[in-house]
């Protein structure tokens, strides 16, 4: 059914969820901490208003709470706190380069595609109103890692681990109107302990590495200066 | 009862007349390159001579080197013991079949490469390991040789085999054509002639049986010449009782004994002179061409096992 | 019942309690003290479960069946000797490394956390419950792999927390399609992760979409398996987390990985008809299990390369499991049960020759035997057990694997073996000169509490010698829980 | 009251004596009599209940409650385990006499081997044999298979501060896995087609021809690898003289057999229908390892090593027999077939005695002598007379000489090759008398090869000090040697006793017993008929008894008899580096069979300083390997080396890589989906 046949809310509904996924794009270029820090917020921002629509439309009160929940959480309080960790660590200045932005980001449109041309059989099954949606958090769930993989600094994985939970997030809301609430509540209660512990490891890295970029931690691996060691068979 | 009787006369005849042949051979050799011959019975007067002179042993021989003598004259005498000599079917001949033959010379030429080494000279050893290279090679020919006979006889068993060809009548077989001049090259090298080896001189660097016998005297060396004499009638008897078996007595009457005898002493005069006249021509090879004239015995042995195999019996 | 719930709480008071004393010296006693209670709440658990079958507890929040109540018992056993060996072993660690009172506080703390999740992560009926279990564990983990703060742990524990955590997202995205699934065929949504009301309704679920689920599934908690190519954090978390950590990951974690993978085979096997996602395992497996032979050949650190090996047995199982059939699933569930106590074993051992030798290089290990008999064959023995000679019991269930294999895919044993072979020769020739030959000069043996390494093996050797009627009808009903017939 | 009491209380005694010695390092004693007591007891168990069974025939079956659940463990108890189980006792009890007197060696050193290690390895090395034979099902026999495996492992390793023994031992347990794994997957063959573990559901499999082969050739690759044929060799020379003498002697003269058990059971029992083609590959392989065992065995100087290579020399004989009998079978002429298989059996009972016996004595003189390298001794008859006189029995024997044990065995192989003729194909009838040259080929060299280790090493004067001061060894060594020697030779000289006991295996697996062999009665062995062959060792034996008493009473008369020194060509003294060395001995046969061996010389001679057209010294340099080694092992080495390498790219340390790994999984594994 097209969009015009939808009501208004649903349209709206459809537009956040367009909106999630261009901030997805929007970190995927960022390249400096504090308005990828930013980035992320509007997207836990935008995340909890979708919530908040699809509850509304769908009449499931339950999801005022999750949207609430992942308000607070990924919208307030880690951004605050990474915002906190970039300051006290130094480095909300800092920004990296990434190499061949563009084709990162075409890399990411190609995702879309992808993760849309997989969903379709599921998408075909759901009479919900919210089903194209799919898509999008399964492509923002990709796009997460793509962040995690064209970043060096340890904080931008962090963010591109967090907006993977986001994807996961969208997709328990949209595809089947939020899971259950126990199972919500221990989603939410280790993404916090996460962001804890990332806080943890950015100073523990700073002590061992005195850096935060990830490509210094290779020293764990099989290359070759192992063949040296390799005793002759017999 | 008669039969063992008769084995033992047989054995019996077999070793005193060893050295007769061996007289013969030196004698129409010395005839053939224009020399003095000794006398037909020259060697038994050297064998009793040495029965009658003391020994005289190395300080480092043990026992091994007294027993030697003995053990390497009951082996060779076990295998004139075995191989019909003027009549067939004779107990002794079932005690023993051609393998064992070959097995009781193998035990003779161990325990003589042992007495080489026991001494601890550089000879002995040399001789030792000489002779064990030689019979190693001479050894699967040997059997090769055999073995064609015992395929076409279907036996092992020596009097057997004689029996087949003298009651197969004249058959030519080119197997056998093979199997005959293998045969007599191997003879010629296991009992040390030209060119394997020469009896006749005490040269260092070429000889292999002397080199081992070089500390032997007395009874010992008597022991040890009569065996090899005994060894080389063993072989030729074996050639001509095998190849041309006519004559040999298949009955025990005195008549057929003595056509038996008189067949026989015929044969090893024959193949005297054929030995005789083989190492006239032939010269003494060096030690690291004797593998060559091995391998190519063993080829003529496998030739006659194939052509046995293809020509004779591919029809069943 | 009680049991049941006792299982769950031990630990969590034991989080507690070591929480707020943990940086006493006694707290390796409490420590054992808690896995033991908890291993006796597990028997209990398993006596009763033996007795009256399968119990589903009120509300339907956990579930006990003849599967999983095996890996709860072997999970509390593994703990509580792990703990036993933990007590001396950090003891010296503290003298050695200088632990601050503060980590070995985090360290008790955390290892009861992490023996909770394990337990809630067997016991819970949950499948969502269940995801939420294994992300727990591993941030129940990841501080202790980095509890030395050198510069390689921090980077293991890094790689091990990013890797898992991307991981075990995917597995959250399966279970959610899953969910989706389930949510249009069962009523109640809130049953609708259930597993047991999943595995009653699995064959109206949505093929399609369960098989989408169950590719995020498996590379989720495949990740948590160790499957090549998604392994990578494994040999780093072994090799740099303190030897208990490891013995415990290598001998508890990856099972409960492999036992949520397994879950979801059901699952999916119950709704498709085609045995796509056996396939699928099977590939991994085979995978997994060569590829980790060939690395044992290059290892230079003796706990990488057990880790390694642990790789490569969990391949093993997956390939077993993935194959399914009644004999394939018995042999990988007692390949479960023997690795996880050899391995455990062998990291124990291994703990205490890098103790001896003051460095986990496989280059400066030396002639244990001669500095300390019974370390040196304790390792040597161990890893003629892990290697699958008999009469130890991972013979047992590799002789098993390998004639399934044999009657479906008669060809697929000769690369099998080929890959027995290699990993053998890669764990021996680093093993020998570690074991046998001349010590350097100076060194010398340590306090070392080999009773879990005895106990372990001694109980691997009999399970290879014969397996008791109790333990066997347990996983004859496992197996006809998994592969629908018991083998013969 | 059955033959498996008896077994069971064989192996019930190797598993104390392994318990037993686990008290050894405290009390040292405990090894040296306790256990090894125990072993010789359970020696005497296991003959008796192998002759039990042996004469009378039948299978005694039973199953322990041990192994897998829905299966206990099968053992059952034939005349063919039987026989093989009068090997090992005969072996065992032998080693236990010995054993306690070569422990001294290990006693008295300054550095002390765990005795534990040694006794409790023994003791399961040689319960794990029992248990192979015992086996009744696919997981039994595997589990004692390896666990025999392993204890010997042990036992090789067991002086392991030298690198050399750890890369033995390395080497030999991987080889032996391998070939575990190649005999289970056999077994795994059957087992799938006649779908049981059991070897009663493995008889009744019916395989297609091709199954069938492919079963063979795992089996026989298997039990090949264990039993040291070529090119499988490459370990027995490694591991077998590493070990103590007393476990080589275990090693070489029963391990081995028990692997030849497994191939003979596998073959002739298991696999059902036989194919002329195992036959002829057997039988090939089988020459080839005589030949080239012998005469890498020749190039050796080192004494045990030596040994080890004549043991792949008779495996080889063996399996030759065996091949034969396969063939013959195959082409239904069982008559021939069962001489062959009897021929086999024979020399794996002959092998077993005069290679225990010369591995003893090697024991022997390296206790006395602590020389191992032939080049260093010498002269050892006048110091050790027994030991000297019972090695110069086992060389007669394994030299293939009459009347001794070795020779009856070579003559039925012979006997055996040349039934040819009854084959219908002319290939089989051309290749089996070649065989049988070949077989003559390495029993002539053989016969070089011991003259030279015993006059190398008895003979001419010592070359070294230790052999100088070497003395006898204590009683108990020297029964254990006197006993094999005495065996050798009773089953040499009554072997149509020896053969009429066997009969009653070829009744089991072929269904009938040796036709006419003993028909002559006990004076008389005539394998087919009187007529095609016949051989009385007896008299042969009485013959060479009177020439003993002539000799004796000779020596008795003691005529007269002068010492002199020996002829030296003129140099003074003859002293004992004038003699010919192992090598020098073995150098026309080098020079002959040159491309056999990778044989690096090399010749360094300095001038002399004063006058530079003079040699001062001369170094001689000899190094020969093993042509397979480098031709087949280091290769593979090498290319899992390389593999290994390569796989080692992707751990590239580098978290972004791990990263995309999962990300192209996940996306690989969504597009193979969808």
Same mark, same amino acid.
């Given at each position: 059914?097209?969009?015009?046949?939808?009501?208004?809310?649903?349209?709206?509904?459809?537009?956040?969820?367009?909106?999630?996924?261009?901030?997805?794009?929007?970190?995927?270029?960022?390249?400096?901490?504090?308005?990828?820090?930013?980035?992320?917020?509007?997207?836990?921002?935008?995340?909890?208003?979708?919530?908040?629509?699809?509850?509304?439309?769908?009449?499931?009160?339950?999801?005022?709470?999750?949207?609430?929940?992942?308000?607070?959480?990924?919208?307030?309080?880690?951004?605050?706190?990474?915002?906190?960790?970039?300051?006290?660590?130094?480095?909300?200045?800092?920004?990296?380069?990434?190499?061949?932005?563009?084709?990162?980001?075409?890399?990411?449109?190609?995702?879309?595609?992808?993760?849309?041309?997989?969903?379709?059989?599921?998408?075909?099954?759901?009479?919900?109103?919210?089903?194209?949606?799919?898509?999008?958090?399964?492509?923002?769930?990709?796009?997460?890692?793509?962040?995690?993989?064209?970043?060096?600094?340890? !904080?931008?994985?962090?963010?591109?681990?967090?907006?993977?939970?986001?994807?996961?997030?969208?997709?328990?809301?949209?595809?089947?109107?939020?899971?259950?609430?126990?199972?919500?509540?221990?989603?939410?209660?280790?993404?916090?302990?996460? !962001?804890?512990?990332?806080?943890?490891?950015?100073?523990?890295?700073?002590?061992?590495?005195?850096?935060?970029?990830?490509?210094?931690?290779?020293?764990?691996?099989?290359?070759?200066?192992?063949?040296?060691?390799?005793?002759?068979?017999? | 009862?008669?039969?063992?009787?008769?084995?033992?006369?047989?054995?019996?005849?077999?070793?005193?007349?060893?050295?007769?042949?061996?007289?013969?051979?030196?004698?129409?050799?010395?005839?053939?390159?224009?020399?003095?011959?000794?006398?037909?019975?020259?060697?038994?007067?050297?064998?009793?001579?040495?029965?009658?002179?003391?020994?005289?042993?190395?300080?480092?021989?043990?026992?091994?080197? #007294?027993?030697?003598?003995?053990?390497?004259?009951?082996?060779?005498?076990?295998?004139?013991?075995?191989?019909?000599?003027?009549?067939?079917?004779?107990?002794?001949?079932?005690?023993?079949?051609?393998?064992?033959?070959?097995?009781?010379?193998?035990?003779?030429?161990?325990?003589?490469?042992?007495?080489?080494?026991?001494?601890?000279?550089?000879?002995?050893?040399?001789?030792?390991? #000489?002779?064990?290279?030689?019979?190693?090679?001479?050894?699967?020919?040997?059997?090769?040789?055999?073995?064609?006979?015992?395929?076409?006889?279907?036996?092992?068993?020596?009097?057997?085999? @004689?029996?087949?060809?003298?009651?197969?009548?004249?058959?030519?077989?080119?197997?056998?054509?093979?199997?005959?001049?293998?045969?007599?090259?191997?003879? @010629?090298?296991?009992?040390?002639?030209?060119?394997?080896?020469?009896?006749?001189?005490?040269?260092?660097?070429?000889?292999?049986?002397?080199?081992?016998?070089?500390?032997?005297?007395? #009874?010992?060396?008597?022991?040890?010449?009569?065996?090899?004499?005994?060894?080389?009638?063993?072989?030729?008897?074996?050639?001509?009782?095998?190849?041309?078996?006519?004559?040999?007595?298949?009955?025990?009457?005195?008549?057929?004994?003595?056509?038996?005898?008189?067949?026989?002493?015929?044969?090893?005069?024959?193949?005297?002179?054929?030995?005789?006249?083989?190492?006239?021509?032939?010269?003494?090879?060096?030690?690291?061409?004797?593998?060559?004239?091995?391998?190519?015995?063993?080829?003529?042995?496998?030739?006659?096992?194939?052509?046995?195999?293809?020509?004779?019996?591919?029809?069943? | 019942?009680?049991?049941?719930?006792?299982?769950?709480?031990?630990?969590?008071?034991?989080?507690?309690?070591?929480?707020?004393?943990?940086?006493?010296?006694?707290?390796?006693?409490?420590?054992?003290?808690?896995?033991?209670?908890?291993?006796?709440?597990?028997?209990?658990?398993?006596?009763?479960?033996?007795?009256?079958?399968?119990?589903?507890?009120?509300?339907?929040?956990?579930?006990?069946?003849?599967?999983?109540?095996?890996?709860?018992?072997?999970?509390?056993?593994?703990?509580?000797?792990?703990?036993?060996?933990?007590?001396?072993?950090?003891?010296?660690?503290?003298?050695?490394?200088?632990?601050?009172?503060?980590?070995?506080?985090?360290?008790?703390?955390?290892?009861?956390?992490?023996?909770?999740?394990?337990?809630?992560?067997?016991?819970?009926?949950?499948?969502?419950?269940?995801?939420?279990?294994?992300?727990?564990?591993?941030?129940?983990?990841?501080?202790?792999?980095?509890?030395?703060?050198?510069?390689?742990?921090?980077?293991?524990?890094?790689?091990?927390?990013?890797?898992?955590?991307?991981?075990?997202?995917?597995?959250?995205?399966?279970?959610?399609?899953?969910?989706?699934?389930?949510?249009?065929?069962?009523?109640?949504?809130?049953?609708?992760?259930?597993?047991?009301?999943?595995?009653?309704?699995?064959?109206?679920?949505?093929?399609?979409?369960?098989?989408?689920?169950?590719?995020?599934?498996?590379?989720?908690?495949?990740?948590?398996?160790?499957?090549?190519?998604?392994?990578?954090?494994?040999?780093?978390?072994?090799?740099?987390?303190?030897?208990?950590?490891?013995?415990?990951?290598?001998?508890?974690?990856?099972?409960?990985?492999?036992?949520?993978?397994?879950?979801?085979?059901?699952?999916?096997?119950?709704?498709?008809?085609?045995?796509?996602?056996?396939?699928?395992?099977?590939?991994?497996?085979?995978?997994?299990?060569?590829?980790?032979?060939?690395?044992?050949?290059?290892?230079?650190?003796?706990?990488?390369?057990?880790?390694?090996?642990?790789?490569?047995?969990?391949?093993?199982?997956?390939?077993?499991?993935?194959?399914?059939?009644?004999?394939?699933?018995?042999?990988?569930?007692?390949?479960?049960?023997?690795?996880?106590?050899?391995?455990?074993?062998?990291?124990?051992?291994?703990?205490?020759?890098?103790?001896?030798?003051?460095?986990?290089?496989?280059?400066?290990?030396?002639?244990?035997?001669?500095?300390?008999?019974?370390?040196?064959?304790?390792?040597?023995?161990?890893?003629?057990?892990?290697?699958?000679?008999?009469?130890?019991?991972?013979?047992?269930?590799?002789?098993?694997?390998?004639?399934?294999?044999?009657?479906?895919?008669?060809?697929?044993?000769?690369?099998?073996?080929?890959?027995?072979?290699?990993?053998?020769?890669?764990?021996?020739?680093?093993?020998?000169?570690?074991?046998?030959?001349?010590?350097?000069?100076?060194?010398?043996?340590?306090?070392?509490?080999?009773?879990?390494?005895?106990?372990?093996?001694?109980?691997?050797?009999?399970?290879?010698?014969?397996?008791?009627?109790?333990?066997?009808?347990?996983?004859?009903?496992?197996?006809?829980?998994?592969?629908?017939?018991?083998?013969? | 009251?059955?033959?498996?009491?008896?077994?069971?209380?064989?192996?019930?005694?190797?598993?104390?004596?392994?318990?037993?010695?686990?008290?050894?390092?405290?009390?040292?004693?405990?090894?040296?009599?306790?256990?090894?007591?125990?072993?010789?007891?359970?020696?005497?168990?296991?003959?008796?209940?192998?002759?039990?069974?042996?004469?009378?025939?039948?299978?005694?079956?039973?199953?322990?409650?041990?192994?897998?659940?829905?299966?206990?463990?099968?053992?059952?108890?034939?005349?063919?385990?039987?026989?093989?189980?009068?090997?090992?006792?005969?072996?065992?009890?032998?080693?236990?006499?010995?054993?306690?007197?070569?422990?001294?060696?290990?006693?008295?050193?300054?550095?002390?081997?765990?005795?534990?290690?040694?006794?409790?390895?023994?003791?399961?090395?040689?319960?794990?044999?029992?248990?192979?034979?015992?086996?009744?099902?696919?997981?039994?026999?595997?589990?004692?298979?390896?666990?025999?495996?392993?204890?010997?492992?042990?036992?090789?390793?067991?002086? =392991?501060? =030298?690198?050399?023994?750890?890369?033995?031992?390395?080497?030999?347990?991987?080889?032996?896995?391998?070939?575990?794994?190649?005999?289970?997957?056999?077994?795994?063959?059957?087992?799938?087609?006649?779908?049981?573990?059991?070897?009663?559901?493995?008889?009744?499999?019916?395989?297609?021809?091709?199954?069938?082969?492919?079963?063979?050739?795992?089996?026989?690759?298997?039990?090949?690898?264990?039993?040291?044929?070529?090119?499988?060799?490459?370990?027995?020379?490694?591991?077998?003289?590493?070990?103590?003498?007393?476990?080589?002697?275990?090693?070489?003269?029963?391990?081995?057999?028990?692997?030849?058990?497994?191939?003979?059971?596998?073959?002739?029992?298991?696999?059902?229908?036989?194919?002329?083609?195992?036959?002829?590959?057997?039988?090939?392989?089988?020459?080839?390892?005589?030949?080239?065992?012998?005469?890498?065995?020749?190039?050796?100087?080192?004494?045990?090593?030596?040994?080890?290579?004549?043991?792949?020399?008779?495996?080889?004989?063996?399996?030759?027999?065996?091949?034969? +009998?396969?063939?013959?079978?195959?082409?239904?002429?069982?008559?021939?077939?069962?001489?062959?298989?009897?021929?086999?059996?024979?020399?794996?009972?002959?092998?077993?005695?005069?290679?225990?016996?010369?591995?003893?004595? /090697?024991?022997?003189?390296?206790?006395?002598?602590?020389?191992?390298?032939?080049?260093?001794?010498?002269?050892?008859?006048?110091?050790?007379?027994?030991?000297?006189?019972?090695?110069?029995?086992?060389?007669?024997?394994?030299?293939?000489?009459?009347?001794?044990?070795?020779?009856?065995?070579?003559?039925?192989?012979?006997?055996? &090759?040349?039934?040819?003729?009854?084959?219908?194909?002319?290939?089989?009838?051309?290749?089996?008398?070649?065989?049988?040259?070949?077989?003559?080929?390495?029993?002539?060299?053989?016969?070089?090869?011991?003259?030279?280790?015993?006059?190398?090493?008895?003979?001419?004067?010592?070359?070294?000090?230790?052999?100088?001061?070497?003395?006898?060894?204590?009683?108990?060594?020297?029964?254990?040697?006197?006993?094999?020697?005495?065996?050798?030779?009773?089953?040499?000289?009554?072997?149509?006793?020896?053969?009429?006991?066997?009969?009653?295996?070829?009744?089991?697996?072929?269904?009938?017993?040796?036709?006419?062999?003993?028909?002559?009665?006990?004076?008389?062995?005539?394998?087919?008929?009187?007529?095609?062959? +016949?051989? +009385?060792?007896?008299?042969?034996?009485?013959?060479?008894?009177? &020439?003993?008493?002539?000799?004796?009473?000779?020596?008795?008369?003691?005529?007269?008899?002068?010492?002199?020194?020996?002829?030296?060509?003129?140099?003074?003294?003859?002293?004992?580096?004038?003699?010919?060395?192992?090598?020098?001995?073995?150098?026309?046969?080098?020079?002959?069979?040159?491309?056999?061996?990778?044989?690096?010389?090399?010749?360094?001679?300095?001038?002399?300083?004063?006058?530079?057209?003079?040699? /001062?010294?001369?170094?001689?340099?000899? =190094?020969? =390997?093993?042509?397979?080694?480098?031709?087949?092992?280091?290769?593979?080495?090498?290319?899992?080396?390389?593999?290994?390498?390569?796989?080692?790219?992707?751990?590239?340390?580098?978290?972004?890589?791990?990263?995309?790994?999962?990300?192209?999984?996940?996306?690989?594994?969504?597009?193979?989906?969808?």
């Amino acid at each position: 059914m097209g969009l015009a046949q939808l009501d208004l809310f649903d349209q709206a509904m459809l537009l956040f969820a367009a909106l999630v996924l261009f901030t997805s794009f929007v970190m995927l270029a960022q390249v400096r901490i504090v308005p990828l820090i930013h980035a992320f917020a509007w997207q836990g921002a935008l995340l909890a208003v979708a919530t908040a629509l699809v509850a509304f439309v769908s009449k499931h009160p339950h999801l005022y709470l999750s949207a609430g929940l992942g308000f607070g959480l990924k919208a307030l309080l880690i951004p605050w706190i990474l915002h906190r960790l970039a300051v006290r660590l130094r480095i909300h200045h800092e920004s990296e380069s990434i190499k061949h932005p563009v084709l990162v980001l075409l890399g990411g449109a190609g995702l879309v595609v992808f993760s849309y041309y997989v969903t379709l059989p599921i998408v075909q099954l759901s009479e919900l109103t919210t089903r194209n949606t799919i898509a999008v958090s399964q492509a923002v769930v990709l796009l997460g890692m793509l962040l995690m993989i064209s970043r060096n600094k340890a !904080v931008a994985q962090v963010i591109g681990f967090m907006s993977i939970e986001n994807g996961l997030f969208f997709a328990a809301v949209v595809a089947t109107y939020g899971m259950p609430m126990v199972v919500e509540l221990g989603i939410a209660f280790d993404v916090l302990v996460a !962001v804890v512990l990332f806080g943890v490891f950015f100073f523990q890295m700073r002590e061992s590495i005195d850096s935060l970029d990830v490509n210094r931690l290779n020293r764990l691996r099989e290359v070759d200066e192992a063949l040296s060691e390799a005793e002759p068979r017999q | 009862m008669i039969g063992w009787a008769m084995a033992a006369v047989q054995c019996l005849l077999f070793v005193a007349t060893a050295p007769l042949f061996a007289g013969w051979i030196k004698r129409v050799k010395c005839r053939a390159q224009n020399r003095a011959a000794p006398s037909l019975f020259q060697p038994y007067r050297d064998l009793t001579k040495l029965l009658r002179k003391g020994v005289v042993l190395a300080y480092d021989a043990s026992w091994i080197f #007294r027993a030697t003598p003995y053990v390497v004259f009951t082996t060779t005498v076990l295998a004139a013991a075995v191989v019909p000599l003027i009549a067939l079917r004779l107990p002794t001949s079932a005690i023993a079949d051609v393998i064992v033959l070959v097995g009781f010379l193998g035990l003779g030429r161990f325990f003589l490469a042992l007495a080489g080494m026991d001494i601890g000279t550089a000879f002995g050893g040399m001789g030792s390991s #000489r002779e064990m290279m030689i019979g190693a090679l001479a050894e699967p020919v040997l059997l090769m040789t055999v073995f064609t006979l015992a395929m076409s006889a279907s036996t092992t068993n020596l009097s057997e085999a @004689v029996s087949f060809t003298l009651h197969g009548g004249l058959v030519i077989r080119p197997s056998f054509l093979f199997a005959l001049v293998g045969l007599m090259m191997v003879a @010629v090298a296991e009992t040390g002639r030209i060119p394997i080896d020469n009896p006749a001189t005490h040269l260092e660097l070429t000889m292999v049986h002397e080199a081992m016998i070089l500390e032997y005297s007395g #009874r010992y060396l008597a022991l040890l010449e009569w065996a090899s004499m005994i060894k080389l009638m063993v072989y030729f008897v074996l050639i001509a009782n095998i190849f041309a078996p006519w004559g040999i007595a298949s009955t025990t009457t005195p008549t057929t004994l003595a056509l038996g005898v008189l067949a026989i002493a015929l044969k090893l005069m024959l193949l005297g002179i054929v030995l005789v006249l083989w190492e006239t021509v032939m010269a003494k090879m060096r030690l690291f061409r004797v593998p060559q004239y091995l391998g190519f015995a063993f080829l003529l042995s496998l030739l006659g096992m194939l052509t046995h195999v293809i020509l004779e019996s591919g029809g069943h | 019942m009680i049991a049941l719930w006792l299982v769950l709480l031990v630990p969590l008071t034991g989080v507690v309690v070591l929480a707020l004393i943990g940086q006493q010296r006694y707290a390796g006693w409490l420590n054992i003290g808690f896995t033991g209670a908890a291993l006796a709440a597990a028997l209990a658990l398993a006596y009763g479960v033996l007795e009256h079958g399968p119990l589903l507890s009120s509300g339907k929040m956990l579930h006990i069946d003849a599967f999983n109540v095996y890996l709860v018992v072997l999970t509390a056993f593994v703990g509580f000797t792990t703990a036993i060996f933990s007590r001396p072993y950090m003891l010296h660690e503290v003298e050695r490394r200088q632990l601050s009172a503060r980590r070995m506080r985090l360290y008790h703390a955390m290892y009861q956390g992490f023996m909770f999740t394990m337990y809630a992560a067997l016991t819970t009926n949950n499948i969502g419950i269940l995801w939420v279990a294994m992300e727990g564990a591993t941030l129940a983990t990841v501080l202790l792999v980095s509890l030395y703060r050198t510069p390689e742990a921090v980077e293991a524990a890094w790689k091990y927390f990013i890797l898992c955590g991307v991981g075990i997202a995917q597995a959250l995205f399966g279970t959610i399609l899953v969910y989706f699934a389930a949510a249009r065929v069962i009523s109640s949504t809130d049953e609708a992760l259930l597993w047991d009301v999943l595995y009653d309704s699995a064959a109206r679920l949505e093929p399609t979409v369960l098989t989408i689920a169950f590719v995020f599934l498996l590379v989720g908690y495949g990740t948590k398996v160790g499957l090549v190519p998604l392994h990578n954090w494994l040999p780093d978390a072994h090799s740099e987390g303190p030897t208990p950590m490891s013995a415990i990951l290598s001998g508890l974690l990856l099972n409960v990985a492999l036992y949520a993978l397994v879950r979801m085979k059901m699952l999916v096997d119950g709704s498709l008809d085609s045995d796509l996602a056996g396939h699928l395992m099977m590939a991994f497996g085979f995978l997994s299990f060569t590829v980790a032979g060939l690395f044992l050949h290059r290892s230079r650190d003796i706990k990488r390369m057990f880790s390694y090996s642990s790789i490569e047995h969990m391949g093993l199982m997956t390939f077993a499991f993935g194959m399914g059939g009644a004999l394939a699933t018995f042999a990988a569930l007692l390949h479960m049960t023997v690795h996880s106590l050899t391995k455990s074993a062998i990291f124990v051992t291994v703990g205490h020759a890098a103790q001896i030798a003051g460095t986990q290089s496989i280059e400066r290990i030396r002639g244990l035997i001669r500095t300390q008999p019974v370390v040196g064959w304790g390792l040597l023995i161990g890893t003629i057990a892990i290697a699958g000679f008999p009469p130890f019991g991972v013979f047992t269930s590799e002789f098993l694997v390998l004639t399934a294999t044999m009657k479906a895919w008669p060809w697929l044993t000769v690369p099998l073996l080929v890959g027995l072979v290699i990993a053998f020769a890669g764990l021996f020739r680093h093993l020998q000169p570690m074991v046998y030959g001349e010590p350097p000069a100076g060194q010398v043996a340590v306090r070392a509490n080999m009773l879990p390494v005895m106990v372990h093996l001694l109980l691997v050797l009999w399970l290879g010698l014969a397996i008791p009627v109790f333990l066997s009808s347990w996983f004859s009903e496992a197996t006809i829980l998994i592969a629908g017939s018991a083998p013969q | 009251m059955s033959p498996l009491v008896l077994a069971y209380l064989a192996l019930l005694g190797a598993l104390a004596s392994a318990a037993l010695s686990l008290g050894a390092e405290r009390y040292p004693g405990l090894l040296r009599y306790g256990s090894f007591a125990l072993l010789g007891a359970s020696g005497i168990c296991a003959v008796l209940g192998g002759a039990w069974v042996l004469l009378s025939g039948g299978r005694h079956s039973a199953e322990l409650a041990l192994g897998l659940p829905w299966l206990g463990w099968q053992l059952a108890f034939d005349p063919l385990s039987g026989f093989f189980l009068i090997i090992v006792g005969l072996l065992v009890g032998a080693v236990s006499l010995y054993g306690p007197g070569y422990m001294r060696g290990y006693l008295h050193r300054r550095r002390r081997e765990s005795l534990v290690a040694l006794g409790t390895a023994t003791g399961l090395f040689v319960a794990g044999m029992y248990l192979v034979l015992l086996a009744a099902d696919a997981f039994v026999f595997m589990v004692a298979w390896e666990l025999m495996s392993v204890a010997s492992y042990f036992l090789v390793a067991y002086q =392991h501060q =030298h690198a050399a023994n750890r890369r033995a031992a390395l080497l030999y347990l991987l080889m032996a896995h391998v070939g575990a794994l190649a005999i289970l997957l056999g077994f795994g063959v059957l087992a799938a087609k006649g779908n049981g573990f059991t070897f009663e559901a493995m008889r009744a499999a019916t395989l297609s021809p091709t199954w069938a082969s492919i079963a063979f050739a795992l089996a026989f690759f298997g039990y090949g690898m264990k039993a040291g044929m070529v090119p499988l060799h490459v370990w027995l020379p490694e591991a077998h003289p590493v070990a103590p003498s007393h476990i080589s002697a275990l090693m070489s003269g029963v391990m081995l057999k028990v692997a030849i058990y497994g191939l003979v059971r596998f073959c002739f029992d298991l696999l059902g229908e036989l194919q002329w083609q195992w036959g002829m590959t057997v039988l090939v392989i089988g020459a080839a390892s005589a030949l080239l065992g012998v005469l890498y065995a020749l190039m050796q100087h080192d004494l045990k090593r030596l040994l080890a290579y004549h043991s792949v020399e008779n495996i080889g004989i063996i399996l030759m027999g065996l091949g034969l +009998s396969i063939i013959f079978l195959a082409n239904d002429h069982q008559v021939a077939g069962i001489l062959a298989m009897l021929a086999a059996l024979y020399h794996t009972l002959n092998h077993a005695l005069f290679k225990g016996l010369l591995f003893l004595g /090697a024991g022997a003189v390296l206790h006395s002598s602590h020389e191992a390298d032939l080049n260093n001794m010498g002269g050892l008859i006048r110091r050790m007379p027994h030991t000297a006189l019972y090695f110069l029995v086992g060389c007669l024997a394994i030299s293939g000489l009459p009347p001794l044990n070795g020779f009856v065995s070579e003559w039925l192989t012979f006997q055996a &090759t040349l039934q040819a003729p009854v084959l219908a194909s002319g290939v089989l009838r051309s290749i089996l008398p070649v065989t049988a040259a070949v077989l003559a080929l390495s029993a002539a060299l053989a016969a070089a090869c011991f003259v030279k280790v015993y006059g190398v090493a008895f003979l001419g004067q010592a070359r070294s000090r230790h052999t100088k001061r070497a003395r006898e060894v204590e009683i108990g060594m020297r029964a254990a040697m006197a006993a094999l020697a005495l065996l050798c030779v009773l089953f040499g000289v009554f072997p149509t006793t020896v053969i009429g006991a066997l009969g009653s295996i070829p009744l089991m697996l072929v269904g009938q017993g040796p036709p006419s062999a003993t028909t002559e009665g006990w004076l008389w062995l005539t394998p087919i008929s009187p007529e095609i062959a +016949s051989y +009385s060792a007896p008299l042969v034996a009485l013959a060479l008894v009177a &020439t003993a008493l002539v000799f004796l009473f000779v020596r008795w008369r003691a005529l007269p008899r002068r010492r002199a020194y020996p002829w030296e060509c003129g140099f003074g003294e003859v002293n004992p580096r004038m003699q010919y060395t192992a090598t020098a001995f073995s150098m026309p046969i080098r020079r002959i069979f040159a491309p056999v061996w990778d044989v690096e010389e090399r010749i360094e001679e300095s001038a002399d300083s004063v006058q530079p057209a003079q040699v /001062a010294s001369i170094r001689h340099q000899l =190094h020969i =390997h093993d042509r397979s080694w480098l031709r087949i092992y280091e290769p593979i080495g090498r290319l899992v080396i390389t593999a290994a390498r390569r796989v080692g790219r992707i751990q590239t340390g580098s978290i972004h890589a791990y990263l995309v790994y999962s990300f192209l999984t996940l996306l690989l594994l969504l597009w193979v989906v969808t």
